[in-house]
Structure formats: structure tokens, C-alpha cells
């Protein structure tokens, strides 16, 4: 159940998840609250594949410009209508972040619902004969992990209606009552993060449950050990009797 939590001293809010008995910040509330020097210093603590591949961008690119030139400049950007083409397509968005799937979490189980079929007409009727249902997430991730059966993302670029239409709410409702992680989104690295968290191991808890299992080995092993120990004792022959 989420959760929001606001310090008025601070001037920040917070939003937090339970996952089992966990307790999840959203991230992009965090980088809001923590401003620029703190966000720097959370990223470069960070061991996620998003942040690593920005402390690499920082050291090989930034700095070493800023060292030459005394500054960094960004490269040309191109034609605002070729931004709004990256950005209103949703296939591309689907098969982006396919793909960071494929290559940090390859043992990941995914559906790919309607996500992939969005950019004409006659894919989607495709879609349909191949049984997709209307209202069913684009994505659909359902590898279980830290306490969620799966995880639902709905994509929503201008290029479709840019709304969630009511079968929708109602796919992601029934799947959050069951278990799964949702989320509705146009912005890839919004996604990303989101898929980082739900990914996310926590070693204390992986730690503690290996313990447990050690506990109830070295239980069996003893208990094993004090019969083999009685059986002698009595003089017990197996199949004898």
C-alpha cells in the first residue's frame, strides 16, 4: 500500500511502497528531495547498471572536456520534430525497454502484450487475432521478486490517445490486487528505474533467509544423527523384523 510522507521543515515529500515486509522509496521522489549535489552523490554510490553507465559518461566525457576547454558542451541536438518522433513512439519505447531487459536482466520472463504492435493499424488487428485483449498491459513482466508475483507497465506517448482508457484501469487494478507491480509511463528512464527497484536484492534478507535454511539442515542433520545413535544402542537391524 503506498504511502506519503512530508517534512515541512525540508519542503519535501516522499512517497514509499510496502513490499512484504519492506518498505520502498520511489526514487524520482528522492532525487527531488535530495536537489542536484545530492543526487550526484547517491548515483556515484550507486552499483545500478543507469547510474554506473552515468559515472561513466561523467570520467571518460565530462570531465575530461572541462580539464581541456574549461567546459563541457552537449552535442547538437537535433530538429525538435525528430525529438517528438523518438518520443511519441510507442513501439520504439516498447522495444527499448525490451531490450534493457534482454541485456541486465536476461533471466527475465516477459510478455510482450500490445507495446510492440502500436505503430499501424494492421498490427494491431494482428494483435488481436493473436489474442491480445483490449486493456491488456503493453509489458508485462512475471519473473516474481521481492514479494510481487510480476510486474505490469502501460505505455502512454502521445502518438496513441495519451489517456488510460477504463479497461486499462481496470487490467492494472486487478493486477495490483493480485500481487503485481504496476506502472504507467512515457519515459524510459523512469521505466528503467522502476524495473531497477523491483529487481533490487536485498542482501540482509537473502542473507538472514540462508541462515534459516542452514538452521533447519543442521536440525535435520542432528535429529538424523540421534536416531542412528538410539538404533545402535537398542541393537536395531533394518528388515530384520
Known amino acids: 500500500m503506498e504511502k506519503l510522507f512530508r517534512n515541512q521543515k525540508l519542503n519535501v515529500s516522499v512517497r514509499t511502497v510496502k513490499s ?19 543526487l550526484y552523490q547517491l548515483i556515484f554510490n550507486s552499483t545500478l547498471p543507469i547510474a554506473e553507465a552515468f559515472q561513466d559518461w561523467v570520467f571518460s566525457e565530462v570531465l575530461p572536456s572541462i580539464c581541456k576547454t574549461g567546459s563541457y558542451k552537449l552535442p547538437e541536438s537535433e530538429p525538435l520534430y525528430c525529438n517528438q518522433m523518438k518520443l511519441i513512439n510507442e513501439t ?32 494491431r488487428c494482428d494483435a488481436w487475432r493473436k489474442g491480445y485483449m483490449g ?37 492494472l487494478k486487478a493486477l495490483n490486487e ?10 524510459y528512464t523512469e521505466i528503467v528505474l522502476d524495473i531497477e527497484e523491483y ?19 543442521c536440525k535435520t542433520l542432528k ?7 538410539v538404533i545402535r544402542q537398542i541393537g536395531y537391524t533394518v528388515g530384520k523384523y
Not at 143 to 169: C, Y
Open 199 to 217: 529487481f533490487r536484492v536485498d542482501k540482509t534478507k537473502k542473507l538472514l533467509k540462508e541462515i534459516k535454511n542452514l538452521k533447519i539442515k
Open 92 to 123: 520504439d519505447l516498447h522495444y527499448a525497454v525490451v531490450e534493457y531487459l534482454k541485456e541486465y536482466h536476461p533471466k527475465a520472463l516477459i510478455l510482450p502484450g500490445l507495446g510492440e504492435y502500436q505503430d499501424t493499424s494492421q498490427k
Open 20 to 38: 512484504g515486509e519492506e518498505i520502498l522509496f520511489y526514487a524520482k521522489d528522492v532525487a527531488e528531495s535530495l536537489g542536484e549535489p545530492g
Open 223 to 229: 535429529a538424523s544423527k540421534c536416531k542412528e545413535v
Open 135 to 171: 486493456g491488456q498491459p503493453d509489458l508485462m513482466i512475471i519473473t516474481p521478486s521481492n514479494g510481487f508475483h510480476g510486474f505490469a507497465i502501460e505505455l502512454k506517448t502521445p502518438k496513441g490517445t495519451g489517456e488510460v482508457r477504463d479497461n486499462q484501469v481496470s487490467w
Open 178 to 187: 493480485n500481487g503485481y507491480q504496476t506502472l504507467i509511463s512515457n519515459d
